[in-house]
């Protein structure tokens, strides 16, 4: 079994920070890649940001230069500064993991919510 719990979502003005935490836990043997994705009411969940295990990141054109996604072992972080309203959504953790039985599968959090009031 594996799990995925996130902290750190919260009510902030825009402009503040906000950093979230996601933790991985359970039969891990190795974790591929990890990533945030949003979602608006109303719309589609979309990827924020990624980091592979190597370390590569990518990020959504909207939060280039706001936001930074970082790794540490099964935990991935997302630093995010300067915060707009349009940045509030619900924020999801994503892992692309390798369980200890072998199996490859993706997995989700529960969700944190983010709020930027004008």
């Known amino acids: 079994q594996v799990q995925l719990v996130e902290s750190g979502g919260g009510l902030v003005q825009a402009g503040e920070s906000l950093r979230l935490s996601c933790a991985a836990s359970?039969?891990?043997?190795?974790?591929?890649?990890m990533g945030w994705y949003y979602q608006a009411p109303g719309k589609q969940r979309e990827l924020v940001a990624a980091?592979?295990?190597?370390?590569t990141t990518s990020y959504a054109d909207s939060v280039k230069g706001r936001f930074t996604i970082s790794r540490d072992k099964n935990t991935v972080y997302l630093q995010m500064n300067t915060l707009k309203p349009e940045d509030t959504a619900v924020y999801y953790c994503?892992?692309?993991?390798?369980?200890?039985?072998?199996?490859?599968?993706?997995?989700w959090g529960q969700g944190t919510q983010v709020t930027v009031s004008s």
């Open positions: 994503n892992a692309d993991i390798l369980r200890t039985d072998w199996v490859r599968a993706n997995y």
């Open positions: 980091i592979t295990s190597g370390g």
């Open positions: 359970g039969s891990i043997f190795s974790i591929r890649s």
